[in-house]
């Protein structure tokens, strides 16, 4: 008998190109759909779950001729990611809320509910690679690095990871549009959508104060000495690295180094200051038994991994990097390699000068 797997479909290229891959390898596939109740404005398009994106999933299982199915994870999303994302902010940290999803959504609740429908595992079309043995399951780098999704996953549990599959893992993204064509799906042009799903069109900024307006307090703008140099229009403004929009005029660049929430401050200094030389990482997982000493880390999904040294504690870790590392940002994530293997990761707490 063939496996029953559950595909995680959002009527994008990849998650099409991932069912029609498992249909063509034998698996008896069903689509899922993730309803998330974020709203589209009149004229626009969904970025992950919008009608048009959910009519897309159909088209495509119509033309696979698989079972299609919409589930409603509006309150989840709420509750689990959208809450904990703004409050982060106006704690003066800059969260992922994709490693959030993940975490708690797709491999949280979703895998748990196709488990429960009878589903043996839940397939998405994320580029990475899980290595199952009869004992163990690992997390791997895919083969197309430039694609590489590893570091939006590290947060899965182990049991979670034994029961999902990656059909992208082998492919790049141009194999996928070309395998996608020949199929013949009806969204084998449609474009990519990278920003964050429930961000709507008029920015970041404006979401956070409609949601939390008293964060958005104006305050000073302050060097390491304490001397202000200019005022800020609120803190969830910010970032640390950030350099525009800091409305200061001086002698050379300004970048942001910290948000001092307490005393709703924005420090500010020169490129040199916003470098460190490690990090403190908290709400560790680890998706091997013995994570190593010497590694190499991410601190952003766009960062180079950098070489690195890493004192493993039972709820922190020191990571001291053999370089220096441009803005270390309080609430992104960090994420270890040994080579293509992912160790695991955490939240940064703060950087190590």
């Known amino acids: 008998m063939s496996k029953k797997v559950a595909l995680a479909l959002s009527g994008g290229v990849d998650s099409s190109t991932a069912a029609w891959l498992l249909k063509e390898q034998g698996y008896d596939v069903v689509g899922v759909t993730m309803c998330l109740g974020i709203p589209v404005a009149e004229g626009e398009r969904g970025k992950c779950c919008g009608p048009q994106e959910i009519e897309d999933?159909?088209?495509?299982?119509?033309?696979?001729?698989?079972?299609?199915?919409?589930?409603?994870?509006?309150?989840?999303?709420?509750?689990?990611?959208?809450?904990?994302?703004?409050?982060?902010?106006?704690?003066?940290?800059?969260?992922n809320p994709c490693v959030e999803c993940n975490?708690?959504?797709?491999?949280?609740?979703?895998?748990?509910?196709?488990?429960?429908?009878?589903?043996?595992c839940l397939a998405t079309g994320h580029y990475a690679r899980v290595e199952h043995t009869a004992t163990y399951s690992l997390l791997r780098k895919?083969?197309?690095?430039?694609?590489?999704?590893?570091?939006?996953?590290?947060?899965?549990?182990?049991?979670e990871l034994r029961r999902v599959l990656f059909p992208l893992a082998e492919y790049s993204k141009a194999e996928v549009r070309k395998l996608a064509g020949w199929a013949g799906l009806p969204i084998a042009e449609k474009p990519d959508s990278q920003d964050i799903c429930f961000i709507p069109a008029d920015g970041l900024a404006s979401f956070l104060h409609r949601r939390?307006?008293?964060?958005?307090?104006?305050?000073?703008?302050?060097?390491?000495?304490?001397?202000?140099?200019?005022?800020?229009?609120g803190l969830p403004f910010y970032t640390v690295g950030q350099r525009g929009g800091?409305?200061?005029?001086?002698?050379?660049?300004?970048?942001?180094?910290?948000?001092d929430v307490p005393g709703n401050r924005l420090l500010v200094g020169e490129k040199e200051e916003v470098r460190a030389m490690g990090l403190i990482a908290e709400h560790l997982n680890l998706l091997v038994e013995r994570p190593p000493?010497?590694?190499?880390?991410?601190?952003?999904?766009?960062?180079?991994?950098?070489p690195c040294r890493i004192a493993w504690k039972k709820e922190r870790a020191a990571i001291h990097f053999d370089t220096p590392q441009e803005?270390?940002?309080?609430?992104?994530?960090?994420?270890?390699?040994?080579g293509d293997l992912v160790v695991g990761g955490g939240i940064i707490r703060g950087a190590i000068s």
């Open 57 to 95: 999933a159909r088209r495509v299982c119509q033309k696979l001729a698989i079972p299609h199915y919409v589930l409603d994870f509006a309150d989840e999303l709420d509750s689990m990611v959208i809450q904990p994302f703004v409050s982060a902010y106006l704690q003066g940290r800059t969260p």
């Open 103 to 120: 975490r708690s959504l797709k491999f949280g609740s979703l895998l748990h509910k196709v488990r429960a429908l009878g589903f043996d």
């Open 142 to 159: 895919p083969r197309d690095e430039k694609k590489d999704q590893t570091y939006f996953l590290y947060a899965m549990g182990k049991e």
């Open 212 to 233: 939390r307006p008293e964060g958005f307090s104006a305050g000073d703008i302050v060097d390491r000495t304490g001397r202000v140099i200019g005022r800020h229009r």
């Open 246 to 259: 800091l409305g200061i005029s001086h002698r050379v660049p300004l970048y942001v180094l910290a948000l």
């Open 293 to 306: 000493d010497r590694a190499t880390a991410k601190i952003r999904y766009a960062h180079r991994a950098a």
């Open 327 to 338: 803005a270390v940002t309080p609430g992104q994530s960090v994420v270890v390699y040994d």
